[in-house]
Nanobody
């Protein structure tokens, strides 16, 4: 069982930056693939970025590639999402997720555990 707690959300102006953190419980954090998703009001929960266990390979959605960066610190049981050049359309609730395997990282159904989400609002 893994519990995930996101933090770092808030209000930022367009063009600004924000860093999100996701703290995980449990001693097996390094064995999970980790990802970030977001959900805007009235929309689906969309994949943003994933970080594969072991290899450290990363995957990004086209909408955030080059602007967002996912990283992890296994010693701190934490995964991060560094967001730059933020746009009003980035406004959403941001969720981190953990998966026991490295398959189909773009799909919501591939993830076993989810955090409660943190709100990010980008003003124009």
């Amino acid at each position: 069982q893994v519990q995930l707690v996101e933090s770092g959300g808030g209000l930022v102006q367009a063009g600004g930056s924000l860093s999100l953190s996701c703290a995980a419980s449990g001693s097996t954090f390094s064995t999970y693939a980790m990802a970030w998703f977001r959900q805007a009001p009235g929309k689906e929960r969309d994949f943003l970025a994933a970080l594969i266990r072991n290899s450290g390979k990363t995957y990004y959605a086209n909408s955030v590639r080059g602007r967002f960066a996912i990283s992890r610190d296994n010693a701190k049981n934490t995964v991060y999402l560094q967001m730059t050049s933020l746009k009003p359309e980035d406004t959403a609730v941001y969720y981190c997720a953990a998966s026991r395997n490295n398959r189909n990282v773009y799909l919501r159904g591939s993830y076993d555990y989810w955090g409660q989400g943190t709100q990010v609002t980008v003003s124009s």
